[in-house]
């Protein structure tokens, strides 16, 4: 970690020990690998493009052009043989996977493991991924107040759209299909609004039926 690390999100993989994949969130972001039978733990792509707060980035929610953001890679999710880390900056509208053995792999320099990236193309302002076994990666559109999700093949379709979704933020898939989404208001908090506190309680935790499967990696 930085001094000026901010862990966000988190993602589980036990397909090949046991291990945690952490987002540092920083305008200079980075994925932080956690071993968790060792307790090591090691940063990886920090400072990389696409981990990376975008430069120049302007975001619009409830109408007003936002320049403020400057937040490095938030949302992760893992792919159904858990080989991928899906991950994006929340200042940017660019999806990404890594390597996940590639990130283990402490033998691999920063350079090597850039190598296993894929850009998946442009998509919604996000601040939460997550995934399920069929392969779907679910994206939040903090802009829009909604969720997408994208299909293995790369189609993306709306899941959820309301004008409460006032800056959905973590996602999480329950056995029983249904998609979790917390809603927090963050542009009216006093950090992204020039100081002054305009939430409105209460703050929401909404659910849809998608009816998919979370991935559970196991050996």
Same mark, same amino acid.
């Given at each position: 970690?930085?001094?000026?690390?901010?862990?966000?999100?988190?993602?589980?993989? +036990?397909?090949?020990?046991?291990?945690?994949?952490?987002?540092? &969130?920083?305008? #200079?972001? %980075? =994925?932080?690998?956690? /071993? $968790?039978?060792?307790?090591?733990?090691?940063?990886?792509?920090?400072?990389?493009?696409?981990?990376?707060?975008?430069?120049?980035?302007?975001?619009?929610?409830?109408?007003?052009?936002?320049?403020?953001?400057?937040?490095?890679?938030?949302?992760?999710?893992?792919?159904?043989?858990?080989?991928?880390? +899906?991950?994006?900056?929340?200042?940017?509208?660019?999806?990404? &996977?890594?390597? #996940?053995? %590639? =990130?283990?792999?402490? /033998? $691999?320099?920063?350079?090597?493991?850039?190598?296993?990236?894929?850009?998946?193309?442009?998509?919604?302002?996000?601040?939460?991924?997550?995934?399920?076994?069929?392969?779907?990666?679910?994206?939040?559109?903090?802009?829009?107040?909604?969720?997408?999700?994208?299909?293995?093949?790369?189609?993306?379709?709306?899941?959820?759209?309301?004008?409460?979704?006032?800056?959905?933020?973590?996602?999480?898939? %329950?056995?029983?299909?249904?998609?979790?989404?917390?809603?927090?208001?963050?542009?009216?908090?006093?950090?992204?609004?020039?100081?002054?506190?305009?939430?409105?309680?209460?703050?929401?935790?909404?659910?849809?039926?998608?009816?998919?499967?979370?991935?559970?990696?196991?050996?």
């Amino acid at each position: 970690m930085t001094p000026t690390t901010y862990l966000n999100d988190v993602r589980f993989d +036990f397909s090949a020990g046991h291990y945690a994949y952490i987002t540092d &969130s920083q305008s #200079t972001g %980075a =994925l932080i690998v956690v /071993d $968790l039978d060792t307790g090591d733990c090691w940063d990886r792509l920090r400072g990389h493009p696409s981990t990376q707060a975008q430069n120049q980035f302007r975001a619009v929610v409830e109408g007003v052009v936002r320049d403020q953001y400057q937040v490095g890679v938030d949302g992760i999710a893992i792919s159904p043989d858990g080989t991928r880390l +899906f991950y994006c900056p929340l200042s940017s509208r660019r999806l990404y &996977s890594v390597d #996940t053995a %590639a =990130l283990r792999d402490r /033998d $691999l320099s920063d350079t090597l493991v850039a190598e296993t990236i894929l850009d998946h193309g442009d998509k919604c302002a996000s601040d939460g991924l997550e995934s399920d076994t069929a392969g779907n990666v679910y994206a939040t559109a903090y802009e829009h107040g909604a969720v997408l999700r994208r299909s293995p093949t790369g189609q993306w379709a709306t899941v959820l759209q309301a004008k409460t979704l006032l800056w959905p933020d973590t996602l999480a898939l %329950a056995s029983d299909g249904h998609l979790y989404v917390s809603v927090n208001q963050l542009p009216r908090t006093p950090l992204f609004n020039h100081g002054t506190d305009d939430r409105i309680p209460p703050y929401l935790i909404v659910r849809v039926n998608v009816g998919a499967q979370p991935i559970r990696l196991k050996p």
